[in-house]
């Protein structure tokens, strides 16, 4: 059973356009909530995180929101660069628990020039 | 600081082959990790590292073992190959608990085939 959830495998957006990312989840434990960008041949990177008892979290270009009522957080990149174009991994976990994260499957975002 | 470093990059094995892939890190790092990627599947956890001399079962552990004799190294196993275990297989590290560091660092990646 799936715990984190990224339901679009891929999305394209115009430079300088909104690019959003979404991600669900279902274990309601979950307390701290990742993305990582994995650019091909490389391992991911760290991009944004946010703990649970915010619902926003922001860093330059990139800003992440959490609804834990809907167990659902996304990732908002504006404005969207080509440079942006990577697989973005979502992830959870339980900080008080085995410290263990659980990825969603990615989402490829392609951004066009 | 190099980061994570991951020894081969690449390997072909036949089915029963044994091989070794070590990760290293000099971040100091107290958690080490190793995932595997399948396509269409995100990374999923193998086994990991709390601390020198110590390993744990993650959510794939089957048809792998690990060693963490020293802190900076975490050394995955494969001792009878099979065509299941073809992946690409990352490790990270962790400075402690995630509470303490946003992140894990993840290594460049070892793409295995098993034939």
């Known amino acids: 059973d799936q715990q984190v959830k990224q339901n679009s495998p891929s999305l394209s957006v115009q430079e300088g356009r909104i690019s959003i990312l979404n991600c669900d989840y279902t274990?309601?434990?979950?307390?701290?909530f990742l993305w990582y960008k994995k650019y091909p041949a490389e391992g991911p990177t760290f991009l944004i995180s946010i703990s649970s008892i915010k619902d926003k979290n922001e860093d330059g270009r990139f800003t992440v929101f959490l609804n834990k009522s809907a167990k659902h957080l996304s990732l908002h990149i504006v404005p969207s660069q080509p440079g942006d174009s990577a697989v973005y991994f979502c992830a959870a976990v339980f900080q008080g628990g085995s410290e263990k994260l659980v990825f969603g499957k990615g989402t490829k975002l392609t951004v066009n020039p | 600081n190099a980061g994570v470093t991951q020894t081969p990059k690449f390997r072909v094995l036949k089915t029963g082959q044994s091989m070794t892939l070590l990760c290293a890190q000099d971040m100091n790092h107290e958690y080490m990790y190793w995932y595997r990627q399948d396509p269409g599947m995100g990374l999923r956890l193998i086994h990991y590292?709390?601390?020198?001399?110590?390993?744990a079962k993650g959510e794939v552990p089957d048809g792998y073992n690990v060693s963490r004799l020293k802190k900076q190294n975490f050394l995955l196993g494969l001792e009878s190959a099979a065509p299941s275990q073809t992946s690409v297989y990352f490790c990270a590290s962790s400075y402690k608990q995630l509470a303490w560091a946003d992140t894990q660092y993840f290594g460049p990646g070892t793409r295995l085939t098993v034939l």
């Open positions: 274990n309601s434990m979950f307390d701290y």
């Open positions: 590292s709390v601390g020198e001399g110590t390993t």
